[in-house]
């Protein structure tokens, strides 16, 4: 009998305004066990034999967090940026998510290039990616928005924080675009679009993910 995929699992719910995040970053960087590092080079000489960006990197992992009244605390760690690739284990890894509507609702869908490590040829909702070290989860849905869109929001605040079933974290935003901004997508992408405010009259190649997260943020 066919069993259902793990579920991912909300960890706080905001929503929370930009000044409302608080980060404290550890200095010590996470140590992973040995095999686990073995496992992430295995990972990055993976994407270099199919002709993916094999770079490699610091980036963000949650060590903690609290909800605290109406503002959130993160506490943060440098950690290697080729553990996220390690199959069921991401190590924590933490990436942020922008959800992204125009002035009459609809969201900003792209399709991710072929060429990618993650999430290649599938829609996805918005812009997203690592966490750098230093850098709060709210500034990187600015700055994930402006590098594969070329836009800036008129507004932007934080909505959840999500572990995904591989121990991936994502910290989830929304971003809302003013009236006439218009979207240049950057070579991550080799499509999108504008889908409907209504997620039930989405096409056919908005997953169930895609969907189940629209259903989170509402409206």
Not at 33 to 51: F, K, N, S
Not at 54 to 78: I, K, M
């Amino acid at each position: 009998m066919a069993t259902s995929a793990p579920a991912p699992v909300l960890l706080a719910r905001g929503p929370w305004a930009v000044e409302d995040v608080h980060v404290r970053w550890l200095p010590e960087p996470f140590e992973p066990a040995p095999e686990r590092d073995a496992a992430a080079d295995e990972a990055i000489a993976a994407l270099r034999d199919r002709g993916s960006p094999s770079h490699d990197g610091t980036a963000a992992r949650l060590v903690g967090h609290s909800a605290q009244g109406d503002a959130l605390v993160l506490e943060l760690q440098p950690v290697r940026w080729a553990l996220r690739l390690v199959k069921g284990d991401a190590s924590d890894s933490l990436s942020a998510l922008c959800a992204v509507r125009d002035s009459g609702g609809r969201w900003l869908a792209g399709r991710r290039a072929r060429w990618l490590s993650t999430w290649a040829g599938r829609w996805a909702l918005g812009a997203g990616g690592a966490v750098d070290v230093g850098e709060s989860p709210t500034d990187t849905l600015v700055r994930e928005l402006r590098e594969e869109w070329s836009v800036a929001p008129e507004r932007v605040r934080g909505e959840a924080l999500v572990r995904l079933p591989h121990d991936m974290i994502m910290f989830v935003g929304q971003a809302w675009l003013p009236d006439g901004a218009r979207v240049v997508p950057d070579d991550e992408h080799d499509a999108f679009a504008w889908w409907p405010r209504d997620p039930g009259r989405w096409p056919a190649e908005a997953d169930e993910p895609l969907r189940r997260m629209a259903q989170l943020l509402g409206d």
